[in-house]
């Protein structure tokens, strides 16, 4: 489970901070900038469970309707002081991916994890990387078509064709992958190889009208 101290955002000078009058729009678009625009980051809305927050009024509204959205709970606490506390307490545990501790992790140039989950076959640089520009499709989540619930006849694939865009490639993990359409609109998400579907040059995929109406 990721958690997230959104009052650090407040005391950090980079392009993440957060400046001028805190609303709830303002906190809401810069969290989830910190979340997508940064490829050091790799965190997506699927690794987040919990964010805890004060009660102040710039974490109601929009930033509110964001975390339901993507189905992620808001934990409010009375004081920021027993926010510390709490933060304090996990910063200074040992993580199981990382083997050592936040604290100690940030003062490390680079930091290896380990897989969240197990999986056969080579990974990080031993894996082999799909090439820029391979055409593919990625596997659909069960609420991503229109109508928010999968039927027996719907795709298990995306009905467009991508490309890809960029590449992750970090130690002893999975490689990421960005994907962008053939008008250069790219996808916030990431994927593994195992949710893409290479398409060689010569498929042929049905119309688009066919393929959309499953």
Known sequence: MTQYNLDI???????FSLKGILTSAVVAETFERMLF???ECFVTWDMIKLVMTDK???FKGDFEKLLRKHNVKNQKV????????????LNNTITRLIEMTPNKARKKKHVYAKSSKPRNGPMGFDEERLP???????LLK??????GKRRGTDCNWSPQTYSIKESLIRKNQP???????????????SFVREELLKISKDSMLPPQWVLKQY
């Open 9 to 15: 955002l407040n005391r950090n000078e980079d392009e």
């Open 132 to 138: 820029y520009g391979v055409s593919v499709r990625y």
């Open 37 to 39: 625009n940064d490829l």
């Open 78 to 89: 009375n004081s920021k002081s027993i926010m510390d506390q709490k933060f304090g307490t």
């Open 175 to 189: 490689i990421l992958y960005w994907l962008i359409d053939e008008n250069d609109n790219g996808l916030k998400r």
């Open 56 to 58: 102040g009024s710039e």
């Open 142 to 147: 069960p609420d991503e078509l229109e109508g």
